[in-house]
């Protein structure tokens, strides 16, 4: 069983918004913060966003930053990501995934334990 399911992907105009949500599937796990990574076809998977739920931090990507919001619910180990305005036009897959060993830092995958299976975002002109 997938521990966590993202779910919010779709097809979506360039410059237009999307918010994407990933909750827990029925494992009980407690974390110590989770984040949002996307992979494009071809490309290595990259970090989007983070939070921490001890301080409430949150991390972003020079790429997204000014435009993509993380927030979540950390009991829940709940994790949303809004973004808005959405660009480039191209795929990605985007995954969410929770620290549950309290990684110093959230912006590579090895600092992450459990993961999604991911939703498709499609951005066309």
């Known amino acids: 069983q997938v521990p966590l399911v993202e779910s919010g992907g779709g097809l979506v105009q360039a410059g237009g918004s999307l918010r994407l949500s990933c909750a827990a599937s029925?494992?009980?796990?407690?974390?110590?913060?989770m984040g949002w990574f996307r992979q494009a076809p071809g490309k290595e998977r990259e970090f989007v966003a983070a939070i921490r739920w001890s301080v409430g931090s949150t991390y972003y990507a020079d790429s997204v930053k000014g435009r993509f919001t993380i927030s979540g619910d950390g009991p829940r180990n709940a994790v949303y990501i809004q973004m808005n305005p959405l660009k480039p036009v191209g795929t990605a897959v985007y995954y969410c995934?929770?620290?549950?060993?309290?990684?110093?830092?959230?912006?590579?995958?090895?600092?992450?334990?459990?993961w999604g299976q991911g939703t498709q975002v499609t951005g066309v002109a």
């Open positions: 029925g494992r009980t796990f407690s974390s110590y913060g």
């Open positions: 995934a929770a620290d549950m060993h309290a990684a110093s830092i959230l912006a590579f995958p090895a600092d992450y334990d459990l």
